[in-house]
């Protein structure tokens, strides 16, 4: 029952995230270790606000006790963020992270992190897997919690103070001073209104916060920022005039802005906004990164200033490993999810976040005024995104049709090339695509069709909805 996909491993709590299977994978973890010989150094645990996100890290904790490994873990609910920052910094092999990121609120999960604080790969989730096939002795052995305490087998620690002067040390802190701006957070009930309040404080901003509180039902929505979701920091952005609003989900690795006019920003244009930033503004080079659903403005942007724009599948372990490759200076995705070189080596709205507030300051610009100048320069584009659900025989029709007998519907527009990469995409020579795959973390199915202007992505993906029988 144990999966990774894109995002680790994510399962709904009572199911497949039971107790039972934490300590399985915990188990398997363990003997991967001992079978590398970096046991003896330890792993990192953190976790977020979701329900048995505490008690599933000391679960794991009690096993890895029990296999002499130590535990060290984050006793606080924390950003994913700060687990991968601690395992970059102190040079551990492992870390993990109880949660289930931007999923709905049934739903848990673990991410597991490598040397060097980034995502798994697939190489290293599928060893997992066969470690976790390979345990027999069902209950896992585990020490009392307590006792893994006393003989040090067991640390609690709360390294946010290292993570976060990390990020204060890179941001133009006097700059964002002297801007005296105002900043409207929402957390999504989730891990960053601590870190984001300090970053902010620190830089003299008046921030306010909605949606602080704990709640493992996230007020009944869905903790991912979108335009359906921060509906309501718009307005507050809007009522209390503020220079911007922000917001992260669960986790906080992936960022959500309202800009000054009370408009959602896309998380596409926030990396345009931010490569765009880094290498005009602050004068560095190198390439950038996306995922197959990520928009293809990106790409003008690069070219335009004689860099590269990569493409990856989707999962945010492909974006971090083609940025190590090509020394990218940025990577994201159409979710939210972006990396900067310099900094962890996965997603971070936290620092994202930081880094767009310092562009407000320096370029002494507001936000909706530097979007307008990156649309007229390199043009618009606009991103249609549709989610689906199935059934288990609806899916395996849907994979032979599309993908095994790759099937296509008329399509009326001069096709430059297709791709099987991750699903399907189909890119049309006048810069337009549309790509059709399964999500990785969600039983969904995504369209995402980015065009000149919305009714024509609206007209393409209606294409694909009618010949899939949607």
């Known amino acids: 029952m144990i999966k990774f996909g894109t995002g680790g491993w994510r399962a709904v709590i009572g199911d497949g995230f039971t107790k039972e299977n934490i300590q399985i994978l915990s188990r398997a973890i363990c003997d991967k270790m001992k079978k590398e010989k970096v046991e003896q150094e330890g792993i990192v645990l953190g976790y977020d606000r979701r329900f048995l996100s505490k008690e599933a890290m000391q679960w794991a904790a009690q096993v890895f006790a029990a296999e002499g490994i130590k535990a060290y873990l984050i006793n606080k609910s924390?950003?994913?963020?700060?687990?991968?920052?601690?395992?970059?910094?102190?040079?551990?092999?492992?870390?993990?992270?109880?949660?289930?990121?931007?999923?709905?609120?049934?739903?848990?999960?673990?991410?597991?992190f490598?040397?060097?604080?980034?995502?798994?790969?697939?190489?290293?989730?599928?060893?997992?897997?066969?470690?976790?096939?390979?345990?027999?002795d069902i209950p896992v052995d585990e020490m009392n919690y307590a006792e893994g305490i006393e003989k040090g087998l067991i640390e609690e620690i709360y390294p946010l103070n290292e993570y976060l002067d990390s990020i204060i040390d890179t941001v133009d802190m006097e700059k964002v001073k002297k801007r005296?701006?105002?900043?409207?957070?929402?957390?999504?009930?989730?891990?960053?209104?601590?870190?984001?309040?300090?970053?902010?404080?620190?830089a003299r901003c008046e921030v306010e916060t909605i949606h602080e509180r704990h709640d493992t039902?996230?007020?009944?929505?869905?903790?991912?920022?979108?335009?359906?979701?921060?509906?309501?920091?718009?307005?507050?952005?809007?009522?209390?005039?503020?220079?911007?609003?922000?917001?992260?989900?669960?986790?906080?690795?992936?960022?959500?802005?309202?800009?000054?006019?009370?408009?959602?920003?896309?998380?596409?244009?926030?990396?345009?906004?931010?490569?765009?930033?880094?290498?005009?503004?602050?004068?560095?080079?190198?390439?950038?990164?996306?995922?197959?659903?990520?928009?293809?403005?990106?790409?003008?942007v690069a070219e335009s200033f004689g860099e590269q724009c990569y493409e990856v599948p989707v999962g945010f372990k492909h974006i971090s490993a083609k940025m190590f490759a090509t020394d990218a200076v940025i990577g994201g995705e159409s979710s939210g999810g972006m990396a900067v070189r310099g900094h962890i080596k996965g997603k971070d709205g936290i620092y994202a976040s930081a880094l767009l507030v310092?562009?407000?300051?320096?370029?002494?610009?507001?936000?909706?005024?530097?979007?307008?100048?990156?649309?007229?320069?390199?043009?618009?584009?606009?991103?249609?995104?549709?989610?689906?659900?199935f059934?288990?025989?609806?899916?395996?029709?849907?994979?032979?049709?599309?993908?095994?007998?790759?099937?296509?519907?008329?399509?009326?527009?001069?096709?430059?090339?297709?791709?099987?990469?991750?699903?399907?995409?189909?890119?049309?020579?006048?810069?337009?695509?549309?790509s059709v795959r399964f999500s990785g973390t969600e039983p969904l199915l995504r369209i995402f069709c980015e065009m000149k202007d919305r009714s024509a992505a609206e007209d393409f993906c209606s294409i694909f909805e009618k010949f899939l029988a949607l």
Not at 235 to 261: F, H, K, P
Not at 393 to 419: G, M, N, T, V, W
Request: with cysteine; net charge negative.
């Open 78 to 112: 924390a950003p994913t963020p700060l687990v991968m920052f601690y395992v970059m910094k102190h040079e551990f092999h492992y870390g993990m992270m109880i949660t289930a990121s931007h999923n709905p609120a049934v739903y848990n999960g673990i991410k597991v």
């Open 114 to 136: 490598t040397y060097g604080g980034r995502d798994a790969d697939e190489e290293q989730t599928a060893e997992i897997e066969h470690y976790i096939n390979e345990v027999t």
């Open 180 to 202: 005296g701006l105002r900043v409207a957070l929402d957390p999504m009930y989730g891990v960053s209104e601590t870190s984001l309040k300090t970053i902010l404080m620190t």
């Open 217 to 300: 039902l996230f007020g009944g929505k869905l903790p991912a920022p979108t335009a359906e979701t921060l509906r309501t920091l718009q307005n507050y952005v809007i009522d209390r005039r503020c220079d911007l609003g922000i917001a992260t989900d669960g986790d906080a690795d992936r960022i959500g802005v309202i800009d000054d006019q009370g408009n959602f920003l896309h998380p596409n244009d926030i990396l345009v906004l931010l490569y765009y930033y880094l290498v005009k503004y602050k004068g560095w080079h190198g390439a950038a990164v996306r995922n197959i659903c990520t928009t293809h403005l990106l790409d003008r």
């Open 358 to 389: 310092e562009m407000i300051a320096v370029t002494g610009m507001k936000l909706s005024e530097i979007m307008a100048t990156i649309r007229r320069e390199y043009g618009g584009m606009a991103l249609e995104e549709r989610d689906y659900r």
């Open 391 to 434: 059934s288990p025989k609806r899916k395996e029709e849907i994979k032979k049709q599309l993908l095994e007998d790759k099937e296509l519907p008329q399509i009326p527009y001069e096709i430059a090339h297709i791709s099987y990469l991750d699903g399907l995409k189909v890119y049309l020579k006048d810069g337009g695509w549309i």
